[in-house]
């Protein structure tokens, strides 16, 4: 049985207008093999993100890149990524339709088990409201996206142990 822990807090009012959404799940995959499956996430979104159609790389730094990701909606969101070797990927949004703020992958021990989370933290920008609908979506698209990433970090470690 997967074992996750998740949640959503919406904004409370218009002078609480942060939102934040995570989601975790314990992985059965080396630290290593988890971060080289999250560096191929930076490039190749689309193998672990259904909706995602395209990524375009737009600049490299020394610390990440920044990326145009294109969605099956034809939405596009440029992000500047950024880096913690082994332990955490940040995607700051540059220019987004609906949001302010930034995505987090995060590795993580607990006891003895290495841990996958997301974390979602942002304001929606001006002029923007965001039903409740669009926060259950949110909520659940993390979810999937979180297992959906885990499940792959999971077979790339086993597939790994088997060429080997």
């Known amino acids: 049985m997967q074992r996750s822990r998740g949640g959503v807090v919406a904004p409370a009012s218009p ?12 992985i059965r995959a080396t630290r290593r093999g988890a971060w080289r499956l ?3 996430k930076i490039t190749a979104p689309q193998r672990f993100l259904p909706r995602v ?18 969605f ?8 500047r990524v950024t880096m913690i070797p082994e ?5 700051r949004f540059v220019d987004h339709p609906k949001f302010e703020g930034e995505i987090r992958n995060v590795l993580f021990q607990a006891g003895d088990e ?6 979602f933290r942002g304001e929606e920008k001006p002029g923007v ?3 409740p609908e669009e926060f259950e979506q949110l909520r659940d698209g993390f979810a999937r996206a979180v297992i959906s990433a885990a499940r792959q970090i999971e077979n ?8 080997t």
């Open 156 to 163: 790339g470690e086993a597939a790994a142990f088997e060429r």
């Open 72 to 79: 099956d909606d034809g939405v596009a969101v440029t992000e």
């Open 38 to 40: 999250l560096e191929a």
């Open 129 to 131: 409201e965001v039903g």
């Open 114 to 119: 290495l841990w996958l989370a997301f974390y």
């Open 15 to 26: 002078e609480e207008p942060v939102i934040h959404v995570e989601y975790a799940v314990p």
């Open 53 to 70: 159609v395209a990524c375009e790389v737009t600049e490299r730094r020394s610390d990440g890149v920044v990326r145009k990701v294109t």
């Open 87 to 91: 332990e955490e990927v940040v995607f």
